[in-house]
Every structure is written in structure tokens, then in C-alpha cells.
């Protein structure tokens, strides 16, 4: 069975960082495209950032390019997301997600993912 287990989540204040990380258990993703996604409250679900199967090749929202910073680790079948300068703004859910096996290509679409996590919340006070 194949999980994504999101962690790193909190309250934090304004001008400050936090670090997501998600857990792949199940198969592995290093052939794959992975990505975060947010949901604010009452908002769409929305592509955050996106990395290539290899790590190479990186892809971010206007709204955090020079802020977050996405990465993976193969060896440990882990995702992460290095968010720095946060605001209130990033406020949302959070969530992991992976394209299938072979699909190695990043889409900023929720449709082109095929696992998900459960989210993990982040909350920026100003």
C-alpha cells in the first residue's frame, strides 16, 4: 500500500521558517515527479512547487519562487519543502503528492498526481 506521510507543520510567526517533510512508504518515487500542493480555507487546492524525478529540475508558484525551496532525497524516499520569509499568506494545508511510476514530468495540476498525503497545517501569525 503506498503512503505519503506529511511532517513539519506548526504555527509559526511571520518572517520566519519551517521545514515540510513527507515520509514515501510502499514503492519508491525516485522515478517519479513529486510536488506540494496548498489548500487555504475556502480556496482551490494549488501547486506550491514541483521537482523532476532525478531532482534536477525544480519548479515553483510565483508566490514562493525565492522563499521555499523543494527537494528529495531518493536514498530515503523522502520529499521536502525549506519554507523561509513565510506570511500570512501561506497559510494552508499542505499537502504531498507523487505522479505515477515512469511519470516523470512536473504538473502544476492536481489531476496529473496520482498519491496524495493527508496534509499537514501551516499557520503564519502576523
Known amino acids: 500500500q503506498v503512503q505519503l506521510v506529511e511532517s513539519g507543520g506548526g504555527l509559526v510567526q511571520a518572517g520566519g521558517s519551517l521545514r515540510l517533510s513527507c515520509a514515501a512508504s510502499g514503492r519508491t518515487f525516485s522515478s517519479s515527479a513529486m510536488a506540494w500542493f496548498r489548500q487555504a480555507p475556502g480556496k482551490e487546492r494549488e501547486f506550491v512547487a514541483g521537482?523532476?524525478?532525478?531532482?534536477?529540475?525544480?519548479y515553483y508558484a510565483d508566490s514562493v519562487k525565492g522563499r521555499f525551496t523543494i527537494s528529495k532525497d531518493n536514498a530515503k524516499n523522502t520529499l521536502y519543502l525549506q519554507m523561509n520569509s513565510l506570511n500570512a499568506e501561506d497559510t494552508a494545508v499542505y499537502y504531498c503528492?507523487?505522479?505515477?511510476?515512469?511519470?516523470?514530468?512536473?504538473?502544476?495540476?492536481?489531476?496529473?498526481?496520482?498519491?496524495w498525503g493527508q496534509g499537514t497545517q501551516v499557520t503564519v501569525s502576523s
Open positions: 521537482i523532476s524525478w532525478i531532482g534536477s529540475i525544480t
Open positions: 503528492a507523487a505522479r505515477a511510476h515512469l511519470a516523470t514530468v512536473v504538473l502544476t495540476t492536481t489531476g496529473g498526481y496520482e498519491y
